[in-house]
Nanobody, 121 residues
């Protein structure tokens, strides 16, 4: 069984910083892309940042220059450094990974349980 566990959310003032982390564990054969999505109340879940197994990175336009995604392939972890936080960054942040489980023949999407980021003015 594969699990993604996030940590690092919280309440922070506008302009502040936060670091989110996500660890994938379980019967994992290989991990392709890893990334972060967010969902604010009343809005659809949106991609924030994604990093491929080879290191290729994509960011949402709204976070470019403020968010930095990184991963440690040896530890099956992905992190999101969030700087210059804005009120509109308030959302539940979800870790996502495209994983090939041991014994499986296809990659599947896995999600973490979500971690709340709240930005106060």
């Amino acid at each position: 069984q594969v699990q993604l566990v996030e940590s690092g959310g919280g309440l922070v003032q506008a302009g502040g910083s936060l670091r989110l982390s996500c660890a994938a564990s379980g019967s994992i054969f290989s991990i392709n892309a890893m990334g972060w999505y967010r969902q604010a109340p009343g809005k659809e879940r949106e991609l924030v940042a994604r990093i491929g197994s080879g290191g290729r990175i994509n960011y949402a336009d709204s976070v470019k220059g403020r968010f930095t995604i990184s991963r440690d392939n040896a530890k099956n972890t992905v992190s999101l450094q969030i700087d210059s936080l804005k009120f509109e960054d308030t959302a539940a942040y979800y870790c996502n990974a495209y994983i090939l489980p041991v014994g499986s023949v296809r990659f599947e999407d896995y999600w973490g349980q979500g971690t709340q980021v709240t930005v106060s003015s």
